[in-house]
């Protein structure tokens, strides 16, 4: 006979008093957490919830009911139970793929990545296990239900970042009544990991909204993260679909330390030479006048006439070398924009003006990091600072750039034209993609006619062999830079709720805009009314002087704070070496020398700077950290240390001599001020 006392079932009022109780308890511990006040106050002024909880774990019973059915199928208890093992044994992840061996460019990142292969030969190290061990950044957790699954989720998981969607807050809220959030949040915060709650309806939202985050700080963790699907719904299995669509992107570098050094160059040069207007985020009057964007797709063979029709009732946008074809069938846009940092772009409009003429009729609306030599081309210039890059930190008025204007000239297109206040725009050849996978531009864009931008049209990178619902419906396909940029798009359309964007273009479908077939289109606008608002769209923009945004005073502090920043990056690693610090905790220590701001001056240039590269770097650090066996873990970490080190010194070469050339242009260009004048 068992000695085991037997405890009886709690009655009906002691148990709903021990719940209240932890309900209390639950509230309280969320308030202590500045973070959490909005979920505390949520918590707080629920006063009539739809849903109730029904039985107990002591009875087998425990569920909640809907008012119509029981949530779930089985008592609550046995099936997270039976979830939880199942997620144990055999959890879902995602990995990225292998850094490329060789190195696809002499990008400092890509250089890392093949020293590390460089180790693993050199050691004979060939057993690179697929999923060597259980650790990984990031737990996304679909649906909370009564919450039973999560107390052992938070314990065991080892993860550094936990994310939780929802659609119902109230399930939230019944959790509290049973499972011990205080003791959670203890632990979370005794063990430096994360909680970040999404609530929505709307698929798409929420799922942006948590690719972002994880694009943040615990970007360089990606590899071999977790998802758990708690139940089914029309919003959870949107953010599930809506990830796996897009995971793809989410391990996309934000940036290359050598294209900041490109644009922080081009910038300072740029505004150092040339007037120029600027366009920032701020109220304007609408625009009653219709706008085209007109982009290089394939489609614009299509509807080039409709163009033409309506020419001189329309304000018209040329995007990259969609100027190319609409000067060959004998339209000259009012605008033009570039956006890309390299000399390609300029060649291509220099090839243009040989074949087509002066381009000194058009305004170009460019970022302030093109190349430098493309503003003398155009009659006027309008720049604008794009968000996140280090060009923008340093002379932007705000510090921060305009965001949604990458990554293509089509984005750029349709956010301008949106900030200026048009409200009615119409899309030609912005296909995002092509009904053709083998046909990717107008016949009469460069990448048809121009022996060396023919080339381009075999990169494997543009391939277009990602299947996609096209704007009149069917299937159209197209590739990672453009899914990416559609994306992009579509966000950016959602400040702008009151906009008509009119998509005549035969591709991929752009959620937001509205299919319209081209032939469809009439417009009555007066040529004289186009021509009046064309000109005040100048009255509206900030007017510059050449040198005026770049303070040369800068550029010297900024060369000062840039060397003792780096100093501090190195003597870290050197620490980390003696300490033979694991992966993670090395990465935990970068992260506030990497911080997006910081009290020291300069911090959001220098993260701006480096965050790209760095991360890529971790990300690839971090791959075959977890891949090596327990044994080969210390020398591979010494290895991608030294290999860290290695690249933190030529980056600091190169960025010093960088600012360097920009104060000497500077002064150059000071001196033939005053010798002018």
């Avoid at 006392?5 to 008093?17: F, K, N, Y």
């Avoid at 979370?188 to 990991?193: H, I, K, N, P």
């Avoid at 460019?366 to 340093?394: N, Q």
């Avoid at 040198?547 to 003792?564: M, T």
Wanted: charged content about 25%; overall charge negative.
């Amino acid at each position: 006979m068992s000695d085991t006392p037997v405890t009886a079932p709690l009655s009906t009022s002691e148990l709903d008093a021990q719940r209240k109780a932890l309900f209390q308890r639950n509230v309280a511990a969320f308030k202590e957490w500045e973070y959490y006040s909005e979920i505390s106050l949520y918590m707080d002024l629920m006063r009539e919830p739809v849903m109730r909880i029904v039985g107990s774990s002591e009875t087998a019973d425990l569920n909640i009911d809907l008012g119509h059915t029981l949530f779930y199928a089985k008592d609550a208890d046995a099936f997270a139970r039976e979830q939880l093992d199942q997620h144990w044994r055999r959890g879902d992840r995602f990995y990225l793929d292998p850094p490329t061996s060789p190195p696809p460019s002499g990008h400092h990142s890509f250089v890392l990545a093949e020293q590390l292969h460089q180790h693993l030969r050199d050691n004979a190290i060939t057993d690179i296990a697929p999923d060597a061990t259980a650790d990984a950044g990031y737990l996304l957790i679909y649906g909370i239900g009564l919450g039973l699954h999560l107390p052992e989720l938070f314990e065991r998981a080892e993860v550094r970042y936990f994310i939780v969607i929802e659609e119902f807050p109230e399930f939230l809220y019944h959790s509290m009544y049973l499972i011990d959030w205080q003791v959670i949040l203890d632990r979370l915060r005794e063990r430096g990991q994360t909680l970040q709650f999404y609530f929505g309806t709307e698929p798409r939202a929420v799922h942006t909204r948590i690719h972002w985050y994880m694009r943040g700080e615990g970007f360089g963790l990606l590899d071999g993260s977790f998802t758990y699907r708690h139940y089914r719904s029309l919003l959870l299995d949107g953010v599930y679909d809506q990830f796996v669509k897009e995971l793809p992107l989410l391990p996309v570098s934000d940036g290359f330390f050598e294209d900041e050094m490109v644009m922080l160059n081009n910038c300072g040069r740029n505004l150092t030479r040339y007037e120029h207007y600027l366009l920032e985020v701020q109220p304007r009057l609408h625009k009653d006048v219709p706008i085209f964007i007109v982009g290089s797709g394939p489609s614009f063979d299509k509807t080039v006439d409709v163009v033409r029709r309506f020419r001189d009732q329309a304000i018209v946008i040329s995007c990259g070398t969609g100027i190319s074809a609409m000067l060959k069938h004998g339209l000259r846009p009012d605008f033009h924009c570039e956006l890309e940092n390299v000399p390609g772009s300029f060649s291509a409009l220099q090839i243009v003006q040989e074949r087509f003429g002066s381009l000194k009729d058009i305004t170009l609306i460019a970022s302030s990091t093109v190349w430098p030599e493309m503003a003398a081309l155009f009659r006027r210039v309008i720049y604008f600072h794009r968000d996140s890059v280090s060009s923008s930190k340093m002379w932007s008025v705000d510090g921060q750039g305009l965001f949604g204007m990458a990554p293509t000239v089509t984005n750029l297109a349709l956010r301008a034209s949106l900030l200026m206040a048009f409200r009615r725009i119409y899309l030609f050849g912005v296909d995002m993609g092509t009904r053709n996978a083998d046909v990717a531009h107008s016949s009469s864009s460069l990448y048809n006619t121009d022996p060396a931008w023919m080339e381009n049209k075999h990169d494997p990178v543009r391939a277009m062999t990602i299947p996609m619902p096209a704007n009149f419906g069917g299937e159209a396909f197209t590739n990672t830079i453009l899914h990416w940029a559609r994306m992009m798009m579509i966000q950016s359309l959602v400040p702008f709720p009151d906009a008509r964007i009119y998509n005549c273009s035969d591709g991929v479908r752009i959620d937001g805009t509205i299919p319209k077939l081209a032939h469809t289109v009439a417009l009555d606008t007066a040529k004289e009314r186009r021509d009046n608002v064309l000109e005040r769209i100048f009255t509206e923009l900030k007017f510059q002087a050449a040198g005026e945004a770049v303070e040369p005073r800068r550029l010297h502090d900024l060369q000062i704070r840039a060397q003792a920043w780096t100093d501090e990056f190195l003597a870290l690693i050197a620490r980390a070496k003696s300490e033979h610090m694991g992966f993670v905790p090395f990465y935990e220590a970068a992260m506030p020398l990497l911080a997006l701001k910081g009290p020291a001056p300069f911090q959001e240039v220098l993260h701006s700077v480096y965050i790209g590269t760095l991360m890529m770097c971790f990300q690839t650090g971090y791959f075959f950290y977890r891949r090596v066996g327990e044994a080969r873990k210390l020398g591979l970490m010494d290895a991608f240390l030294d290999a860290l080190h290695q690249r933190m010194e030529a980056m600091r070469g190169e960025f010093d001599a960088l600012l360097q050339g920009l104060r000497a242009f500077q002064d150059a260009r000071s001196s033939e001020e005053r010798q002018a004048s």
